[in-house]
């Protein structure tokens, strides 16, 4: 079993920044792939980014230029850099993690942009 908690989330001003955390634990050997998903009030959930054990990441069209993932595979840790953030960016953000076929979530963290 993979354990994912997510951390870094708050309030923030249209324009500012925020970074995620989400740490693993548990059984993580063969950890591969690790993102994080958002889902918007009232709607589905959607793919933000992901970053592979060997670093290669992939953004969704509405994220790129604005935010990084980055991932610390001695700590078992991705991060989430959201710069530029938009109301519309405001959501519960999720991380998720691949082993052997197998997608575990954290619980999310609640990103609220507003001013």
């Known amino acids: 079993q993979v354990h994912l908690v997510e951390s870094g989330g708050g309030l923030v001003q249209p324009g500012g920044s925020l970074t995620l955390s989400c740490a693993a634990s548990?059984?993580?050997?063969?950890?591969?792939?690790m993102g994080w998903y958002r889902q918007l009030p009232g709607k589905e959930r959607e793919l933000v980014t992901s970053v592979t054990n060997g670093g290669n990441a992939n953004y969704g069209d509405s994220v790129k230029g604005r935010f990084t993932i980055s991932r610390d595979n001695a700590k078992n840790t991705v991060y989430l850099q959201m710069n530029n953030l938009k109301r519309e960016d405001t959501a519960v953000y999720y991380c998720y993690a691949i082993k052997f076929l197998a997608t575990y979530w954290g619980k999310g963290t609640l990103v609220t942009v507003s001013s």
């Open positions: 548990g059984s993580i050997f063969g950890l591969d792939t």
